[in-house]
């Protein structure tokens, strides 16, 4: 039971806290952004209003609102809020939780909420001590993760769950974020103010996360106090926080990008579309998002390398030997100079002509091996070093002919010209194509 001292103490606590912590909504009303999910008509919210939460699984970026979302229902709801850590947390922990939850619904038939943050973070058979817990609803389950739930959580807890997915905030979204936090009382009470080009950056060192922006305006603020007493001003009106102090407080803004995790394969994924799509604008500013991101270059080096072909081909075959050298590159210089051999490539698959032909034909070719009828060499084509072979047949030999070529069947019996191979009509590939037409016209004359 909670006391005056108990209040005294949680009211200290506050205090001390971080802003980000301070300034966590209380209700849906103070939640910013998140209108998929927790919009007035949604089963989210009409869920916490009647107190009657089913468990869920919210899956977001950090700083999107899900540890909110939880004390917001730890506010709202007449349940029994517990709260454990995947990052200090054990199965002892959870079945202490669970045992103590079996009891109060036993008792008087209280229900229990177990939040369990970071849920991605326990290991399978921590996840597995909670299967029973939540199919019985001996608790409901609020799990938060920043991966990909059916990826990095049991299915069968998903199965028993509801996954919720929170999207970064919007602009506009932490711009209102930011203002109550300057006005609030559990905020900066008002002491200072923020011109427009400070909101706005902090707005774009937030990155959309919320606990970013708030984290970011704590600490230009103090930046803002402490040079405005050195400078020796009074403070009876309020203290103004610039764009330079922001800046100051955050010297480098790091956007999500976790490797080998869904922000890795959707950077990855647009990089590639953005070169085969010819935008080196969009290209180059992928491959900034990765390398800034930590990513291993030999990675993005074999994603150009494998794009050479797949998407430029014999239009420019120049593009697989400009991939090489960008690979040798990384391989012998590292970064960060590599940086700008990667640039050179990438801008060139990107201006490059494009054709799936190779691509497109190794891949008709293998499905016809793969699920067509067993086809013969032909016997004029087969190796002459056995006993027999002259009676093979006569193998006319090209370059015995006017423009080293000469009709001949080369492919096994039923199937034809053209079964596999279709060259686009861009730069080499289109050029050499007419050019073996008018070869072989001249050859027929």
């Known amino acids: ?47 916490i209003r009647a107190d009657a939460l089913s468990s869920i699984i919210l899956f977001g970026p950090a700083g999107t609102g899900k540890t909110s979302i939880a ?20 199965v002892a922990d959870l079945r202490r939780e669970i045992s103590a939850a079996e009891k109060r619904l036993v008792l008087g038939g209280g229900r229990t909420i177990l939040f369990v943050d970071e849920i991605h973070r326990f290991s399978r058979s921590q996840q597995d001590a909670l299967l029973h817990a939540v199919e019985n609803r001996t608790v409901i389950l609020i799990g938060a993760t920043t991966e990909n739930p059916y990826f990095e959580v049991n299915s069968a807890l998903i199965s028993r769950s509801r996954v919720i997915e929170l999207k970064a905030l919007a602009d506009g979204d932490i711009e209102a974020v930011v203002r109550r936090a300057l006005e609030d009382e559990r905020g900066l009470k008002g002491v200072f103010s923020l011109d427009d080009d400070a909101l706005a950056a902090i707005v774009n060192l937030s990155g959309g996360d919320a606990r970013s922006a708030l984290t970011t305006l704590e600490l230009a603020s103090q930046l803002a106090s402490d040079k405005s007493r050195a400078d020796g001003k009074s403070s009876s009106g309020r203290i103004a926080i610039s764009a330079a102090s922001v800046e100051a407080a955050t010297p480098h803004r790091s956007l999500p990008y976790d490797k080998n995790k869904d922000m890795h394969y959707d950077v990855i994924s647009a990089f590639i579309k953005s070169m085969r799509g010819s935008d080196p604008d969009a290209a180059l500013y992928w491959l900034a998002r990765m390398i800034d991101g930590g990513e291993d270059p030999k990675f993005i080096a074999r994603r150009i390398f494998i794009l050479a072909s797949e998407d430029i081909g014999n239009a420019d075959p120049q593009a697989l030997l400009v991939a090489e050298a960008a690979f040798r590159a990384v391989e012998v210089i590292g970064l960060p100079e ?25 891949d008709a070719a293998l499905a016809e091996v793969r699920n067509g009828p067993r086809r013969d060499v032909p016997p004029y084509l087969r190796d002459r070093h056995r006993p027999g072979s002259e009676g093979y047949g006569v193998y006319r030999y090209p370059h015995d002919y006017p423009g080293h070529w000469v009709d001949q069947r080369y492919l096994p019996e039923g199937l034809e010209r053209g079964c596999f191979y279709h060259p686009s009509e861009n730069g080499w590939e289109s050029y050499r194509v007419d050019a073996v037409r008018r070869d072989r016209g001249r050859s027929h004359q």
């Open 1 to 47: 039971m909670d006391t005056l001292f108990t209040e005294m103490d949680n009211a200290a606590k506050m205090a001390a806290a971080p802003l980000a912590v301070r300034m966590r909504p209380r209700t849906l009303d103070e939640l910013e952004g998140q209108q998929e999910a927790l919009g007035s008509d949604s089963w989210l919210a009409a869920a």
């Open 338 to 362: 590599c940086r700008i051999n990667l640039a050179q490539a990438v801008t060139y698959m990107a201006l490059a002509p494009k054709s799936n032909a190779a691509e497109a034909g190794i």
């Open 71 to 90: 004390h917001i229902v730890a506010e709202c709801t007449r349940a029994v809020f517990v709260e454990v850590s995947a990052i200090g947390g054990t």
